[in-house]
């Protein structure tokens, strides 16, 4: 069973910077996409940024020029560089990955970010 693992969550300052990393307990299995996602309170689970296996990469409008999302060789990391942020990019961010053969969705466990000052 392959397990997301999301790493590098916590508070910071409005206008500062966070990454965020997530590791497949596996590798070989065929993921066409790994993302990220975030859920803030009283709100819907929303895709961040995403990034596919060709390299492809797609943005929310709220953080197009701002967050950077990248995807490793191996394909078992995927890390979201988080910067400018504001107190409105507070939520839980959860790891996504879609396996293509057979069509499967993980998520990770998710991980707090807290934009305050």
């Known amino acids: 069973q392959v397990q997301l693992v999301e790493s590098g969550g916590g508070l910071v300052q409005p206008g500062g910077s966070l990454t965020l990393s997530c590791v497949a307990s596996q590798s070989g299995f065929s993921i066409s996409f790994m993302g990220w996602y975030r859920q803030a309170p009283g709100k819907q689970r929303e895709l961040v940024a995403g990034?596919?296996?060709?390299?492809?990469?797609t943005y929310s409008d709220s953080v197009k020029g701002r967050f950077t999302i990248s995807r490793d060789s191996a394909e078992r990391t995927v890390a979201l560089q988080m910067s400018s942020l504001k107190p409105e990019d507070t939520a839980v961010y959860y790891c996504?990955?879609?396996?293509?053969?057979?069509?499967?969705?993980?998520w990770g466990r998710g991980t707090q970010v807290t934009v305050s000052s």
């Open positions: 990034v596919t296996s060709g390299g492809s990469t």
């Open positions: 996504n990955a879609v396996r293509s053969i057979p069509p499967f969705t993980y």
